[in-house]
């Protein structure tokens, strides 16, 4: 079955500290990966997608398929980025999204 | 932009009570999603539907039950509302397989 794992539920670091969220899924195909934000208050919302290869407010996140990771990087945190962080998994041919169970990041001024 | 409309931010309601959730998507998008969202548990979901009057049973679905009689429109129903039906719901919404989810702003329901 597919999974999506994110093995830390908390993680704290200080302001310009560098940044990586975990996320580890188990699939034996090509998987589409994202990450999602979820900020105080506000609606959870894309970060990005592993297809776009994109950086989005300094954040960045390879596929590597040897590891079946998807870890979410930035070298240096803003206490903005405080947020609620998912990794999620689907894959092609079908309509379900499969999340993580979340990681907490705090960045402390 | 894509908007997703949640009806309520906030429910309270009785253990047994009849419990409809409403999610409107302004896009014609195809699929509608419902998920629960629960500290530790992250975001399960429940029902969701790819077409008019179409669905499918997500991970969860016991105890749920789900409308879709147009496209932009998507009902949660809770038939009689149990205690630990007590979460976040957030709905979501995409225009094809694949292409990611735009979510609604979530109903934090407390049945008691």
């Known amino acids: 079955a597919q999974r999506v794992t994110q093995p830390e539920k908390l993680l704290s670091v200080f302001k310009g500290a560098p940044v990586e969220l975990k996320c580890n899924y188990s699939y034996s195909g090509s998987p589409e990966l994202f990450w999602y934000v979820q900020y105080s208050r506000q609606r959870l919302q894309l970060l990005l997608r592993?297809?776009s290869r994109e950086s989005i407010k300094g954040f960045t996140a390879d596929l590597n398929k040897g590891e079946t990771s998807f870890h979410l990087k930035k070298p240096f945190a803003q206490e903005e980025d405080s947020a609620m962080y998912y990794c999620?998994?689907?894959?092609?041919?079908?309509?379900?999204?499969?999340f993580g169970t979340g990681t907490r990041l705090k960045v402390l001024a | 932009d894509v908007k997703v409309t949640q009806s309520s931010r906030y429910l309270v309601k009785r253990t047994g009570e009849k419990v409809f959730l409403e999610c409107v998507q302004d896009m014609d998008h195809e699929n509608m999603f419902w998920y629960r969202q629960d500290p530790g548990l992250g975001l399960r979901l429940i029902y969701f539907s790819y077409d008019v009057k179409m669905k499918e049973k997500g991970d969860i679905p016991e105890g749920y039950s789900v409308s879709r009689e147009k496209k932009e429109r998507f009902s949660l129903i809770l038939e009689s509302a149990s205690t630990n039906q007590t979460s976040m719901y957030l709905c979501a919404s995409n225009g094809r397989v694949g292409s990611p989810l735009h979510f609604g702003n979530g109903t934090r329901l407390t049945v008691t």
């Open positions: 999620a998994l689907t894959t092609s041919g079908t309509y379900k999204y499969i």
């Open positions: 592993h297809i």
